[in-house]
């Protein structure tokens, strides 16, 4: 048997598709010290630009504002965030890449949340650094704080969409960007 909470599909005399959802632990982000934007943009990025040689697509995106809904006071209006308090973010995460090369990632992965991981097997002839016959796909979410967002949002070279994305044989040097 297969266990509860997965299954197995055989799309084909080739192809199966195993699906299985595993419990995780979680920490209330008040209980963190996550990482600001600013101090993520400077050794986040720049641990993964040292690692983009070992997968075939890394791509961070912009920091997005969690939702979190403000209390209400008396006459039922939101509240106005202290200054004092943090504001929290999330960036999208996407790295595809031979399964070897996710150890590499290990030492990086404190403040992500992975929600999706995709293991492919495929016949290959010549493997690669980037390339393999066992591929790992994961997608995620980088949370941190605005502790120094302003800093960042004055001194960053912005992107249209201010996206920051690591593509593999990229020789131009990667941009920083806020919203």
Do not use: C
Not at 76 to 85: A, E
Not at 145 to 166: K, T
Request: proline fraction near 8%; hydrophobic fraction near 40%.
């Amino acid at each position: 048997g297969m266990g509860p909470g997965s299954n197995i599909e055989f799309t084909s005399l080739d192809h199966a598709v195993l699906r299985w959802t595993a419990a995780s632990g979680s920490v209330p982000l008040a209980r963190q010290r996550l990482i600001g934007s600013s101090e993520n943009e400077r050794h986040f990025f720049s641990a993964m630009q040292g690692l983009r040689t070992a997968f075939s697509h890394l791509q961070i995106g912009k920091p997005q504002p969690l939702p979190i809904s403000a209390p209400k006071d008396e006459q039922d209006k939101p509240v106005v965030r202290p200054t004092h308090l943090f504001a929290y973010f999330s960036r999208s995460l996407h790295i595809s890449g031979p399964l070897r090369s996710a150890s590499l990632l290990l030492p990086h992965t404190s403040f992500i949340a992975w929600n999706k991981a995709v293991l492919t097997l495929r016949e290959m002839d010549r493997p690669s650094l980037r390339d393999s016959g066992l591929n790992l796909t994961l997608q995620g979410v980088l949370y941190e704080n605005d502790s120094s967002i302003e800093q960042v949002m004055g001194h960053a070279e912005r992107e249209p969409d201010g996206a920051f994305a690591l593509v593999s044989g990229s020789a131009a040097p990667a941009k920083v960007s806020a919203p």
